[in-house]
């Protein structure tokens, strides 16, 4: 396995399927995120796995624009996405932003976060993937979906 | 996304198609929202049958509107949610929150 790619299943052989880098734009990261789905249904990845990953990309993405591009457009995110012989699926995305601590994220199904209008992305992308990394002080993301 | 609403026994029924994710779909629909707020229509349907995800922006839209709406008597009742979305509002623990009906007509006729 790549170095860069250290976190994870024990693999040889990542093929890349997408490498992408679009501006910090929710227009942009939608394009990214409707390319991933494509992609895996080109792969015949059932449709429940694909919706997950697509809407784990799709968090991990938004916060890479808000949070570690300031919604700056004229700032880039990268999205790659893998794929190993046994079918599990990594993706990362990489913000140029200082990161964030993914401890200090909290529970938004406690009662008093329930009716909260954010802080639910990175709890929704670690309940639908099956392993979360976070690396460069949280300025990027990798995860595995088997 | 396509945002289409129309009115039925002084409920007002909003049909989305597309994802309710940030950007464009979220900020048109927190328009709407606002614009019925801003015209005292509290009753709402939200048709979310052909809406294949809700991101957390989206959520995090339709509860805080959810509880801005409850504050004054309304309610924001959904019809006929996707799988996806249904999926996504449990993961996240505010699917409890919405009122759920099998389509329009029912979900109109359970303001009266």
Redesign the interface.
């Known amino acids: 396995m790549p170095a860069e790619f250290s976190g994870g299943p024990e693999n040889s052989a990542l093929t890349e399927l997408l490498d992408l880098s679009v501006p910090a734009?929710?227009?942009a990261?939608?394009a990214v995120?409707d390319a991933i789905s494509e992609t895996l249904a080109r792969l015949e990845v059932p449709e429940q796995k694909r919706?997950e990953v697509?809407?784990a990309v799709?968090?991990a993405l938004?916060n890479a624009?808000?949070h570690g591009c300031g919604n700056d457009p004229s700032k880039q995110v990268r999205c790659q996405l893998k794929s190993d012989p046994q079918g599990r699926i990594l993706i990362s995305v990489a913000d140029p932003g200082p990161g964030f601590s993914p401890d200090l994220v909290h529970d938004?199904?406690r009662r008093e976060n329930?009716?909260?209008?954010?802080?639910?992305?990175v709890?929704?992308i670690r309940?639908?993937m099956d392993e979360v990394h976070f690396e460069r002080s949280g300025s990027e993301i990798r995860m595995w979906k088997y | 996304m396509d945002i289409n609403v129309r009115k039925r026994s002084q409920v007002q029924v909003i049909q989305l198609r597309g994802?309710l994710?940030?950007?464009?779909a979220v900020d048109s629909l927190r328009q709407t929202l606002e614009e019925a707020l801003g015209n005292g229509d509290t009753r709402i349907v939200m048709n979310l049958s052909e809406v294949?995800?809700v991101?957390?922006?989206g959520?995090?839209?339709l509860?805080?509107f959810?509880?801005l709406i409850k504050q004054q008597g309304g309610n924001i009742k959904l019809a006929q949610p996707s799988k996806?979305a249904v999926?996504?509002l449990r993961?996240?623990?505010?699917l409890k929150?919405f009122e759920i009906f099998d389509n329009d007509d029912a979900a109109v006729e359970s303001f009266a």
């Open positions: 734009d929710s227009v990261i939608a995120v919706f697509a809407l799709q968090e938004a624009v808000v938004p199904k329930v009716y909260a209008d954010h802080g639910r992305g709890y929704l309940q639908l | 994802a994710r940030m950007g464009p294949p995800m991101d957390s922006s959520i995090g839209l509860v805080r959810l509880a996806f999926q996504t993961l996240v623990g505010v929150l």
